[in-house]
């Protein structure tokens, strides 16, 4: 029997929408901490990683009575986040700081720790900050240097992080809308369900 309301909403279950706003939290404080707060660009990273997490959202809630609105609004998501990754490379290549290639074994190990919060990205920042300082070169007595490079390490480790997690939502993002397009075609909207109920119905 034809659902005329299938099931909807559950998007904080969605691994999408829980990466989402993991860069959304994340992006707050990078550009609190390493963005002017009073420029456009600290404002509009901030608006693009929250009109992912609420795209995502909406589209899942909107998929009660339009699977169109679904699609539409979660290709608005993705859209929304590629703005923003475009953001930290711009952030990353005009400070001269670099941007991991793919083959940088800590996009793996930061992928691996499962982060499900910003403390524990910035957990990660701060081990992974440790153990680069002890590999280093050594200073006058000994020591890993603690110089002026050091304040760059931090945001271009940020950065790169985000990055990163941008990546997996995208890619979790892509398959979502292909997921969706897929149904869209197969099963119709709205009306298309309204007519098989009354034909069922007349049946």
């Known amino acids: ?3 005329l309301i299938p099931r909807h909403g559950g998007y904080r279950q969605l691994k999408s929408f829980q990466v989402a706003q993991l860069v959304y939290d994340i992006t707050v404080r990078f550009c609190d901490r390493y963005i002017n707060k009073y420029s456009r660009t600290h404002d509009q990273m901030v608006q693009a990683a929250r009109s992912g997490v609420q795209n995502i959202a909406e589209g899942s809630q909107a998929l009660g009575t339009s699977k169109k609105t679904e699609l539409k609004l979660t290709n608005v998501a993705r859209a929304s986040l590629e703005e923003l990754r475009l953001d930290y ?5 005009q400070r001269n700081l670099p941007i991991w290639d793919r083959t940088d074994p800590r996009r793996q190990s930061l992928i691996d720790r499962r982060c499900a919060t910003a403390d524990d990205v910035a957990q990660w920042i701060r081990e992974t900050t440790r153990h680069a300082g002890q590999s280093g070169p050594a200073g ?3 020591q890993a240097k603690s110089t002026s490079s050091t304040q760059s390490t931090y945001p271009a480790l940020a950065a790169n992080a985000t990055l990163v997690l941008l990546a997996v939502a995208c890619r979790l993002l892509d398959r979502q809308i ?3 397009a897929t149904a869209f075609e197969t099963e119709g909207g709205f009306t298309e369900r309204l007519y098989r109920i009354r034909a069922q119905r007349r049946q």
């Open 178 to 180: 292909d997921a969706q």
């Open 1 to 3: 029997m034809t659902t």
């Open 89 to 93: 490379e711009d952030f990353l290549r």
């Open 140 to 142: 006058p007595q000994g």
